[in-house]
């Protein structure tokens, strides 16, 4: 990544679009806007950027199929702006693969704060930390990747960080309030669901069968625990 972070804005309302851009600017980062999904992905293709800020209401092409796009051509972090509020909608989101999310009207410092939360879970990367291993997976955090059978494996920070949870402590059930520390950071209020959204998305990255999950196991009543065994 570049030494300055470039943040792709997505809104359609120029006025809240360059209220944003103002604030992340004066928070230290680039920013270029679009206005549509269309040219979301355009942008996107063309600057490369390090997080994308997404409206899920937008002309032309949704914020879901930018989404969906997005991730089916890389893990760039996604922070998702909804005008919808209710828990199923936020679910929704996070299923697409985006990493956290706001509410409108929503505080500009507050997005820039979760902006800065996400870029860092993302580049996070532990030089002195081993190589974890469980029968095809291997997460290395010097590489910050994670293969399967030898694929590359796009995971999202969140679901990197879930996964790296998991692999350090295999066996041990973590309640979902402590996954969410470890994803979203100490300062996160959100959802206790929303992690259950994330592990859905990871489970459909590394289990045979996501249906009938043999690594990540729900732990009912406290919430998940990691089966594999870890070398």
Do not use: W
């Not at 937008?58 to 893990?75: A, H, N, W």
């Amino acid at each position: 990544m570049p030494s300055t972070p470039h943040i792709l804005v997505v809104e359609d309302d120029p006025k809240t679009a360059e209220t944003v851009r103002l604030y992340l600017a004066h928070a230290g980062f680039d920013v270029t806007l679009a206005f549509n999904g269309a040219q979301a992905l355009e942008e996107a293709e063309r600057v490369r950027p390090d997080l994308v800020v997404l409206d899920l209401m937008l002309p032309r092409i949704d914020g879901r199929e930018v989404c969906r796009r997005l991730r089916e051509k890389g893990d760039v972090p996604v922070v998702m702006l909804t005008a919808r509020a209710t828990e199923d909608d936020t679910l929704e989101g996070l299923g697409l693969g985006a990493d956290d999310y706001l509410t409108k009207p929503f505080s500009p410092r507050e997005l820039v704060a979760r902006v800065q939360t996400v870029l860092r879970r993302a580049r996070r990367s532990d030089d002195g930390g081993r190589v974890l291993r469980c029968g095809p997976l291997v997460l290395d955090p010097a590489a910050h990747a994670v293969t399967r059978n030898g694929d590359a494996l796009a995971l999202t920070p969140r679901e990197y960080a879930l996964l790296e949870a998991f692999l350090l402590a295999p066996g041990r059930a973590f309640s979902r309030e402590e996954l969410l520390e470890r994803a979203f950071g100490t300062a996160y209020e959100g959802l206790d669901r929303t992690v259950d959204a994330h592990v859905k998305n990871l489970r459909q990255k590394i289990e045979d069968d996501p249906a009938e999950p043999r690594l990540i196991k729900t732990v009912f009543g406290v919430g998940y625990r990691f089966e594999g065994t870890v070398e």
